[in-house]
């Protein structure tokens, strides 16, 4: 189509813009955003009042949270991104997107994966790795998904009317590359069944890949693409250029290659060797400056209009998003640094910290998305100015009730984990940490409730909005001449940037090779040394009843609340016992160091409590920790475990190098079922030891008095209960 | 590609094209000072301007590299900071703490100086019931009402000491490093107190009887 001879001037083609797609994505968007809300609120009304968990497993906090998590960020912030790529990109490319076809196949292939995501969730169907907790069979749907849009979007790129693409542009591709590899690598797994797999890497090497990822979904799936949202839609809305050209090239190089090595910052005291850990802390604080960088670009591009933020309220959200931006990226580096991370790492400080980025930063930039674009779209107006006012104040006393509960209550978590006095723990009772709090969560709760009832204002606003559009709307057709082939001119006196603007393809490989850095920087000497995986360490793996244990233990979302990583911090070597090794977790797919302690910490728990206690306490939890807010387990005493499938299951784990022997697995039954009535008599007199053997109850009792230090000088323990 | 519907009405077409021109023309707002510095982009409509890179927001990116090298500086290129060698020093202060004071009223054992029966009972409320029942009466743990001891003769020094190091094969965990001495001496006294209540589902007697 560039064949034309130069002298004689393009023929300008006419064009229209598939808005049914940003359509599609944006009632998608208003749906399942509703879905992400109630959902978190039902959760915070658990954890401020235990009973509503209601004994049902399906609605069970541990279940329910991931559903929340993936909801939130894949579904809500998910379509939004979508509707505002389709949207704007056809009109800063000046082209229709590549396929209809193909967007269509994106559209209902991510709804899909967000149905069977809200299927399997409730169901205990986990992988067990937070943000990633989707099976295999969905992970692969959403690789080809995603594929699909990153083919149609880069075939859209080529036809494109514009000769440079713009910011935004470069935020699009850096999100659609990064999230395939992030994605990839870590659902990288080994199916045991059609709903079940366990992680291809262990312990500290999937705790790194994990948060690699983790991070990274921050910075790639909630970061980049609205920063791109951003620099369309704020000069589009208040009509400003954009202030300055230099700070967004700056910015986003610097932020792409710079966020992506900051994922160890989650791992902070943990088991990773302490050279990645500082990587982690030093990048985070250098993090700060590019995410400054958008949002001061933004919220300068809003000078000579500010007058205008009073009256406006889609400007009003647009100026919160990004106060709040800035706010969560300053938060961010500061909760790096080792010492304040002592403090507010598993404390409610991090809860906060996320939902003032995604309620303020995302949310707050899909509002004012929302009421900007379902009025054009439907060219009409919006159905009342005033509910979106309403909306933004009601949505920010709401932000403001969360982040300070939960402020205050992890900061006295926090301190009440490491309070010691004379050497000993002021707080030893994990229980009296947890009741202290629950004032602070029933604020939360009230704040999730605002938000939410801000959220239904919206709606209602927007359905009124849409039942307004005039009846047989004609497209709009547009027209620009098509793109001339240039000579790759240096002598112009271009920018060698404003030159890669022209270029995209190189631009992508750019974009690849910034990320690549930091990932292989960071994270192949872990993945290639033998000191991660089984080869030198004494432990021995689960037996086949304790494996089956952690896996229901995974799939009721037990890391949701509890982790597996005593840090080498006094305090909590004495309340949990000694601190983590490398190789408590070396045979660990995937890893459960969890991220939060709602409850208290599980990798000493073995042999703390006779096994009749975990019984009780699984049954009824306050039985025996009066006060605890734990749900109660009933159906666990009730399930039976599939015994059959163990065999399977150590076979697995034998092809990820985890040293059972061909024998350990053919009579994996056996032991599983010897072991189990072992502990069955132990129970109680009164319990029916054969009966109860056959339950699910007794796989997690096994699986968690495995959890213990191990013996450091272990020659002679051939008649443990671990003997294989 | 996807052209094929704009043939039928170019008349109309041209109308919206037209349209859609004027509403771009007056489509970005550049304030007097800026004139010399709209850069010659134009994206839908959106211009960028050549504003230079705010020095404030330089300096603070520079400051943040540099204080990256010095915090990796600290931690790895001098000694005795790393997260291995300050939690050996903290765990090397305890146990001096420990040889010089507290240990000295530990190894006297049970001591009615500073204990209380009150605390005793909040105490046993909050840490023992669990296992041993509100009223302890026994629930996984023995009755602790009568007179029959599993572990020791009930005296002071011995219940003292079944407390402090705990009986771990049975499951009652050590709580020498949860409660200090004079918690445990005012246990000691709460059960003392309680013996012989004979409360309402009361675990049956194990053990040896001491009177």
Redesign the interface.
Known sequence: MNNQPQTQPPKN????Y?DSIVKKFIIATIGWGFVALLVGVILASQLANWTFNLDLQWITFGRLRPLHTNAAIFAFAGNAIFAGIYH?SQ??L?T???S?VLSKIHFWGWQLIIVSAAITLPLGITAGKEYAELEWPIDILIALIWVIFAINYFLTLK?RR?R?I?VAIWFYIATIITVAILHIVNSLAIPVGLFKSYSLFSGVQDALVQWWYGHNAVAFFLTTPFLGLMY?YI??V???????????I?HFW?LVFIYIWAGPHHLL?SVLP??A??MG???S??L???S??GM?NGL?TL???WDRVRKEPILKFFVASLTLYGMATFEG?LLAF?SVNALAHFTDWIIGHVHSGVLGWNGFMIFALLYYCVPKLWKTKLYSDKLATTHFWVATVGIILYIMSMWASGITQGLMWLGLE????MY??FV?TVTKIIPLYYVRLVGGLLYLSGYILMIYNLVRTIASAPKNQ??????APPLQKVEHDHNTGESSHRWLEREPEILTILVIVAVAVGSVIEIMPSLTSHKFVAQETTKKPYTALELAGRDIYIREGCYTCHSQMVR???AE??RYGP?SELDDSIYDHPFQWGSRRIGPDLARVG????D??HF?HMEDPR????GSIMPNYPWLLKNNLDYGILEKKLRVMQTLGVPYSDENAEHALEDAKAQALEIGKNLDPSIDAKKISKKEIIAVIAYLQSLKAQESHEPSHGETKQGH | MNDNQSNNSNANAKKDIEQNKKAKDSSSIILEDEKDIVLDHNYDGIKELDNPLPKWWVNMFYLTAIFAVVYTGYYHFSSGHLIEDSFQKSMIVEIKEDSDSSTAMASVGFSEEHASIDEGASLYTSRCAACHGQKAEGIIGPNLTDSYWLNGDGTNDSIYNVIKVGIPEKGMISWEKLLNPSQISSLVLYIQSIKGTAPANGKSPQGTLFE
């Open positions: 083609d006419v064009f229209q598939d704007s009109r800063l000046k229709r997107m590549f209809d036809v514009e440079h713009y369309y000069p589009k208040i009509k400003r250029p954009v202030y300055s050209y230099r700070l967004s700056i610097a005291y302490e050279w850990q500082t802390v030093v990048f604080i250098m700060l400056a590019p400054w960088g001061i300068l000078r000579g209009a580096p080792k004379d050497g000993r723990l030893p009772d009296e004609q497209p709009i057709s547009y027209s080498p911090i006094k070597v004495l601190k042999g703390k409590y006779p009749i206690w009780r039985s025996m920790a009066p």
